[in-house]
């Protein structure tokens, strides 16, 4: 499996915005025939930092969804909610395996 582990700070007051953003294209992740998982996580002692844990069948699946129209919109419309460039770590799964 394919997965990727994105950091993510928004500016102070963006933080809803970013989450309603965010949803869609979470909601048109999981839609996806090569997503397992897809979790967006807000760090507890900090509000504006987010973290998005996105698991795929494999990299072509997440190839895939970076053509998507969600994904394409989500990233245009949070780009300006972002207090520093978002980082992606990208991997492989180690355990479970295979995921089911």
């Known amino acids: ?6 950091r993510i700070r928004v500016v102070a007051g963006q933080a809803d915005a970013f989450l309603a953003l965010t949803r869609a294209n979470h909601l048109g992740a999981r839609a996806e025939p090569g997503n397992l998982r897809f979790d967006v996580l807000r760090d ?13 069948l494999d990299q072509a699946a997440f190839t895939a969804h970076q053509q998507t129209a969600h994904y394409l919109a989500w990233k245009d419309a949070v780009a300006p909610l972002m ?18």
Not at 44 to 56: I, K, M, T
Not at 83 to 100: D, I, K, N, S, V
């Open 1 to 6: 499996m394919y997965a990727l582990f994105v």
């Open 44 to 56: 507890a002692a900090d509000p504006l930092r987010f973290y998005l844990y996105e698991v795929y």
């Open 83 to 100: 207090a520093e460039p978002r980082q992606a770590e990208r991997m492989h799964t180690a355990l479970p395996e295979p995921w089911g």
